[in-house]
């Protein structure tokens, strides 16, 4: 029952707030790996590079599959960005569900710009069954397809390392964030701006998807309120004996 | 179409949470499960003909690094063909296993190990802040604490105050991460469950 | 053939009474009847056919039809009007105001005036009554039937006179020899001789050209005078002003030397003088006639004309006065370029008299005397000082009449006061007296004039208070003029206009907001750097050092098999708990194990199982069944068992038993938690699994005695824990996982949610000593392990600080710069 009132209450804010969040803009603040993001769109486009989008090895049938579903929000607006680029993006996946929805969403971000003839099909692709198969068959994207960023949101575990050594090695910026600890402190030490925690699921927000993506922000700040509500309340009645 | 799909998705995504709490609704639940867990083996052979693709195209384009791509076809198709034929238990699939597939992934291993160390050591380089100065301190006092001296272990390092940091603070830490990781997950699939994200059917 | 019709689009031949081509339907036939006659259309260099537009009346709109025949009326009526007035008899030298023809004529259809319809040689139309009120109304200098109009032309055209685009060279030549008879009088001596077209010429003018054939020789050229006084024009024609110009000129003719200017100074006021003249025909009107009372004084009575009164008075002569050096080169500046404002002329110009001739000013007696004439008789209080004032100035000689007149002495001897002064400059300076002798005595000015020379009567007034003042401005913007009002005390400029800077006077607070804005509207349009993001440079060195020394630093252990380094004392408790279940399951009781790490970890994995299960086969003799949620888990299980576990020869089917992978992730995870049979009925060889010896009489998770999941991620590890908690109920849970996951998965054993953790080669290696160091790959490991994190700790320590300091160089430097 409490998962119940728990999924409730966050399904009526993100309802009432995305309402809201229509008329009045989002006010975030700065995240740097965003920023960067940012430039980074207009300069591949205007240097006539790729861009290389991956989402991990994420599974669409567990927790994991959050993070590559943010993924590929961000990955439908980057396509619709760059669709008019001399090199379209690549995006690259170590699962096969979430290969077919790459493909559908590269689609949908052609469609979108009113470029729907630019879109091919491989250049979503499926690198890997494996973690690290899947990140082999990724890092040879930054060496031969004249990449100038690598942007890796979803589900990596420790052979991100292998895919920002890669990126190192050709001189491009990378920009990563992942729901795995291990991914997280590999891409701390190994990039200049690391999404940690929670940020990935900002990367909508921040690419303005639309207003519940911002309302997901504002959903997620209130329940973790709560969060930390329950654990300081819930520390505190142990200590003193009440529970 | 694409209404269809939305609407099939919506459908499919409530029947489900609904079967956690509602127990009429459990078979229900049960099926669409069986569905998805048929579906997902189904779409790794999906996986596979992509991959297959990916690399032809590129064999037939003559691409920088498409002879990589004609050994991966190949290895691949005679990978499935003697797994299909001969078993997983047969020696040729052990032969297999044991000289190209292990060693292969045992090697990028190695090679993470190599990464990480780089990337730690120039981590200071790339951000001279008090969180990366934090952050290599920890791993070393782990890295020392995780090893024994020829007398033994470390003393206070490896007995008490690995432990403490490892089962204190960073896992304090990554507990706060995962309560935010989780949210996230959860407004991710409440946006999916109302149809705000829709990567599938398109636009 | 020849009637073919010839398709415009698809260039077949047609019959000629088709209507639509055979071949593609075009049409052949037009639509519309074809142009011709009237309709016809205009051909390129065709002369527009002349319409007479009371033809087109029918069509105009009914408005404008009633406003034309409301305009008709008025013109019958007027005419009407006109005939019952007796008619005045006019003198050759009628008083007739020179711009009697500046009357709008009413109901005058023709637009273009006579004046223009003379010049051309065209001869203008007939004067219809103007069909709307608000229609133009021009103005014609002279009377109606000064201009020769060409009744049987119906075009009612305003330009119809200028509508031949080709010059009729008869008409330009008429125009010429008038012009040309007023230099030469001798050509003025053949009348006869003119075109046949002379008729278009007015008859005074003629009859000056007469005269002045008859004129003795030895007189001098004086065209104006001949003008004035060889027009053989008869009296009607010749307007009174005029009649007494003559005679006035052959008065002062007789008493002043001829020194005329060219005739060309005449030209432009005799040519408006004559246009003038060619128009007697239009009745005056009874205010113009009050102005030519003074021509009427001077014209003798010859004709029984009236005679106006104020040529009836004795009329003072225009004084005279000092022309202005200045003045005078000004005169000759419009006598070369021909200035044909008369008013600008006669304001120049004046009569030019003797001092014999001076005459005092008598005050208009007559009442009727304009004002502008008791102007004229002030001013004739000047005299001339020049001798040039004394020219003979002879007027214009318009009729004989005129030249007989007395009183024309007077026009010319009383000269205005600021013509007084212009004569009283240096004789170069002044004009010669041709200049003078084609100007219009103030006298003889018409209202119009007399309008504008109330102003110079006015500053003539007040110049005559100054009579000593004849300076002629130098500078300022009447220089050039003499007779300048004095500046008063008050007016002049005591001194130089003080004069202001060009530069805003600011304060120091105004520049500094000023700079302040102009920085702020700088900054608007200043593109914003946007700071760079800096790529760290990679090291291949340093990658190949780490290398080499890893490299290095470990294979020697592990070839050498030191032990060097000691094993682990202390048994942690989750370390503990696996140990205890692996010593308390039944014998020969099914377990289940699941496969969960990639090949990339078999190695840790394997030495960190290897013990635990070495230890469990040894002791408990149980049937393992394995699972895997991926898809490499059921190679990496064959090679467990064939590997590390190889001497206990476990069978498949009989010891062990491998149902392959399990898809479905989570779901797979949960599915076969509820129903394993339905989720996994066959094993990795298809055979039926739950019949076989390891599955015997097993159904659900719940019947076997241990679950046990190795495992290199921690989300696959909490997966287990969280989707077979309801299906496994009691069951032991050991979990067997890296290093890395190992802190992530503690919790569940501090919350007892398993029994037992083994964390990687750590947990491995303190299981083997509980298990007499079989299998003894913890042991083997362990050195080159120990080694590896001393050296890895050392060169993060080491390699940081030594990159810190780099990195704070490269920022300082980068700080100098700045």
């Known amino acids: 029952m409490t998962s119940l009132v728990i999924l409730s209450l966050s399904g009526a804010l993100l309802l009432g707030i995305t309402l809201w969040k229509r008329k009045s803009p989002a006010m975030l603040r700065e995240i740097p790996a965003f920023t960067r993001l940012y430039r980074t769109l207009g300069l591949s486009v205007e240097d006539g590079t790729r861009l290389h989008v991956s989402l991990g090895s994420g599974s669409l049938l567990d927790t994991s599959g959050g993070s590559a579903l943010a993924g590929l929000a961000m990955l439908r607006i980057i396509a619709e960005r760059t669709s008019d680029s001399d090199k379209p993006v690549v995006a690259s996946v170590g699962n096969p569900p979430f290969g077919l929805l790459m493909q559908d969403t590269l689609q949908a971000g052609y469609q979108a710009a009113g470029a729907d003839e630019l879109y091919i099909p491989t250049m979503g692709r499926v690198t890997g069954l494996t973690p690290f198969g899947y990140a082999a068959g990724a890092m040879h994207i930054s060496k031969n397809e004249e990449v100038s960023a690598n942007i890796l949101v979803g589900h990596f575990s420790s052979e991100v390392a292998l895919l920002a050594e890669a990126s190192d090695r050709e001189n491009e910026i990378m920009i990563g964030a992942s729901d795995n600890l291990t991914g997280q402190a590999v891409l701390f030490a190994s990039t200049q701006d690391a999404l940690i925690g929670e940020e990935l699921f900002a990367a909508g927000a921040y690419l303005n998807a639309g207003a519940s993506h911002t309302a997901s922000l504002t959903v997620q700040d209130i329940l973790r309120w709560l969060v930390i509500a329950a654990l300081l309340g819930g520390a505190f009645a142990k200590f003193a004996g009440i529970i | 179409m694409r209404v269809l799909t939305t609407v099939i998705a919506i459908a499919a995504g409530a029947l489900i949470l609904a079967g956690y709490f509602f127990p009429a609704l459990a078979d229900v639940q049960t099926l669409l499960l069986n569905w998805a867990i048929i579906l997902a083996g189904v779409v790794v052979l999906v996986g596979i003909s992509n991959l297959i693709s990916v690399h032809t195209d590129k064999i037939s384009r003559r691409e920088k690094g498409s002879a990589y791509s004609a050994l991966l076809v190949i290895g691949l198709v005679a990978t499935l063909s003697f797994g299909m034929i001969l078993r997983p238990h047969h020696s040729t699939m052990k032969i297999v296993m044991n000289g190209i597939i292990i060693p292969a992934e045992a090697s990028l291993m190695g090679v993470l190990t190599i990464s990480l160390l780089y990337a730690a050591i120039r981590l200071l380089r790339r951000r001279a802040d008090l969180m990366g100065i934090i952050f290599l301190s920890t791993a070393a006092l782990l890295l020392l604490g995780s090893a024994t001296l020829p007398l033994g272990d470390i003393p206070l390092i490896g007995t008490l105050l690995r432990p403490w940091v490892t089962q204190i603070l960073a896992l304090g830490g990554a507990r706060g991460i995962l309560i935010g990781v989780a949210l996230g997950t959860l407004m991710t699939g409440l946006r999916v469950l109302f149809g705000a994200d829709r990567p599938y059917g398109g636009n | 053939m020849s009637d073919m019709i010839k398709c415009p689009s698809c260039a077949e031949n047609n019959l000629p009474d088709q209507e639509f081509c055979q071949y593609c339907q075009t049409r052949l036939q037009p639509l519309t009847d074809p142009l011709d006659g009237a309709d016809a259309p205009i051909k390129p260099g065709q002369a527009p056919t002349k319409i007479n537009t009371a033809e087109l009346e029918p069509i105009l709109p009914q408005w404008l039809r009633d406003a034309r025949d409301s305009a008709r009326k008025d013109d019958q009526q007027a005419a009407q009007q006109n005939l019952q007035q007796p008619s005045q008899p006019k003198p050759a030298s009628s008083a007739k105001d020179p711009l009697a023809g500046l009357q709008s004529q009413a109901g005058d259809e023709e637009d273009m005036p006579d004046r223009l319809a003379s010049i051309t040689g065209v001869t203008s139309k007939p004067i219809k009554s103007r069909t709307e009120s608000f229609a133009v109304r021009w103005v014609e200098l002279g009377g109606k039937d000064d201009f020769a109009k060409d009744e049987s032309d119906g075009s009612s055209s305003d330009l119809a006179g200028l509508k031949s685009s080709e010059p009729q060279p008869d008409e330009n030549n008429e125009v010429r020899d008038w012009f040309r008879n007023l230099g030469n009088p001798e050509q003025a001596q053949q009348p006869e001789q003119s075109d046949s077209t002379d008729s278009d010429l007015p008859d005074w003018l003629t009859q ?70 060619e128009s007697p025909s239009d009745s005056p009107k009874p205010d113009q006639d009050k102005s030519f009372e003074w021509l009427k004084s001077t014209v003798p009575a010859t004709s029984g004309e009236e005679i106006p009164d104020w040529l009836s008075n004795d009329a003072a002569v225009p004084p005279t006065f000092t022309a202005a050096e200045d003045e005078s080169a000004e005169l000759k500046d419009a006598q070369s370029n021909g200035i044909s404002d008369r008013s600008e002329t006669v304001a120049l110009q004046s009569p030019i008299h003797t001092e014999s001739e001076e005459k005092s000013i008598e005050p208009a007696q007559d009442a009727d005397t304009l004002g502008w004439l008791n102007t004229f008789q002030a001013v004739s209080a000047y005299q001339p000082e020049n001798s040039l004032a004394q020219a003979d100035f002879t007027p214009l000689d318009f009729a004989e009449d005129f030249q007989a007149s007395d009183n024309m002495d007077g026009l010319f001897t009383d000269i205005p006061d600021e013509l007084m002064s212009a004569l009283e400059a240096p004789p170069s300076s002044l004009p010669t007296a041709d200049a003078y002798s084609e100007t219009i005595a103030p006298d003889d000015q018409t209202s119009w004039v007399e309008a504008m020379r109330s102003v110079d009567s006015g500053i003539s007034k007040l110049s005559s208070n100054f009579p000593a003042d004849q300076t002629v401005e130098s500078s300022g913007v009447l220089a050039g003029l003499s007779g300048v009002l004095p500046s008063g005390p008050g007016f002049a400029q005591m001194s130089r206009p003080k004069a202001y800077s060009t530069k805003l006077q600011v304060s120091d607070e105004q520049q500094a907001q000023a700079a302040l804005l102009e920085q702020i509207l700088a900054a608007e349009t200043a593109p914003v750097p946007i700071a760079s993001f800096s790529v760290l440079r990679t090291s291949h060195s340093l990658r190949w050092f780490l290398a080499f020394i890893v490299f290095v630093m470990i294979t020697i252990p592990l070839f050498m098999r030191t032990q060097m380094f000691s094993l682990p004392v202390g048994v942690p408790m989750d370390v503990n708990g696996a140990l205890q279940v692996a010593q308390t399951i039944p014998e020969s009781a099914p377990v289940l194990v699941a496969f969960d790490y990639e090949p990339a970890r078999v190695g840790e994995m394997e030495a960190a199982a290897a013990p635990m299960f070495d230890q469990m086969i040894l002791l408990r003799h149980p049937h393992l069944t394995f699972i895997s949620t991926n898809e490499t888990g059921a190679i990496l299980v064959e090679r467990f068992i064939s590997g590390p576990l190889a001497v206990h020869n476990y069978q498949s089917g009989i010891q062990y038993l491998n149902l392959g992978y399990l898809p479905g992730g989570q779901m797979g995870i949960r599915a076969f938690a509820q129903n394993p049979r339905v989720t996994a009925p066959f094993d990795m060889s298809f055979s039926s699994a739950w019949d076989s010896i390891p599955l015997a009489g097993i159904s659900s998770l719940s019947q076997f005695a241990a679950l046990i999941v190795i495992t290199d991620d921690a989300e696959a590890a909490r997966t287990w824990i969280e989707q077979t908690e309801s299906a496994r109920g009691a069951v032991p849970f050991v979990v067997i996982s890296s290093a890395q996951s190992a802190p992530m998965i503690q919790p569940y054993y501090e919350s007892q949610q398993i029994s037992g953790l083994v964390p990687g080669l750590y947990g491995g290696a303190l299981f083997e000593q509980y298990n007499a160091g079989r299998p003894g790959s913890a042991r083997s490991y362990w050195d080159a392990y120990s080694l590896g994190m001393l050296l890895a700790m050392a060169l993060v320590l080491g390699g940081g600080l030594w990159n810190l300091a780099l990195g704070l160089r490269e920022r300082v430097a980068a700080w100098e710069t700045q």
């Open chain 3, 208 to 277: 000056m050209a007469t005269k002045e054939n008859l004129q003795p020789e030895g007189t001098p050229p004086d065209d104006s005078a001949d003008v004035l006084d060889n027009s053989p024009v008869p009296s009607s024609d010749v307007p009174d002003w005029l009649r007494v110009l003559g005679s006035q000129n052959e008065k002062s003719k007789s008493a002043d030397s001829a020194d005329h200017s060219e005739s060309s100074v005449g030209e432009p006021p005799a040519g408006i003088m004559s246009e003038e003249a």
